[in-house]
């Protein structure tokens, strides 16, 4: 979605095959808890290299170039901000893209964590990598895996 108001809708078609794994704690995490935590200000640098990922990462969903959307899949605004409020989030990142994930980020404003997988194969196995490695620890977490929606965005209720 480029705009709401207008609302301005531009639709991709990334590659079947990719599948998004999704670790979801179990904990709240308000919006603005959430809010709060980023940065106020951006260099120049900054805000040029984290608009230089979200453009590598949209061309390589319609390129369907995973090895261009894992270069793009490096927020620098949001993660180094957020992820000290999710519990175990550099051990969930560590374990998808050492269990072969393309990328591993969080997930709007938090607390769940995802990852890109390949194909659902990819997917299964990172998914299990991720649950193995979460055993034992707090919170707990809820692991999905979901091919990516190609319907996009939808108005479900006036």
Same mark, same amino acid.
């Given at each position: 979605?480029? #705009? ?10 990334? %590659?079947?095959? /990719? ?32 608009? #230089? ?9 319609? /390129? ?19 992820? #000290? ?35 659902? %194969? ?12 979460? /055993? ?19 108005? /479900?209720?006036?």
């Amino acid at each position: 979605m480029r #705009s709401m108001r207008p609302l301005d809708v531009v639709s991709i078609n990334p %590659s079947a095959k /990719l599948r998004v794994i999704v670790a979801r704690p179990n904990l709240r995490l308000d919006t603005r808890s959430s809010r709060a935590v980023l940065p106020a200000d951006l260099t120049l640098h900054t805000a040029t290299r984290q608009w #230089s990922n979200v453009a590598g990462l949209v061309a390589g969903l319609c /390129l369907k170039d995973n090895e261009l959307i894992a270069r793009s899949m490096e927020d620098v605004i949001v993660e180094p901000a957020r992820k #000290s409020l999710i519990p175990n989030f550099a051990r969930i990142k560590n374990c998808a893209i050492r269990s072969g994930a393309i990328g591993c980020t969080i997930s709007g404003g938090g607390p769940s964590v995802f990852a890109l997988a390949k194909d659902a %194969s990819a997917a299964e196995y990172i998914a299990s990598a991720i649950k193995e490695n979460l /055993l034992g620890r707090r919170p707990s977490y809820d692991i999905f895996i979901a091919a990516i929606d190609k319907r996009g965005t939808q108005i /479900l209720k006036r």
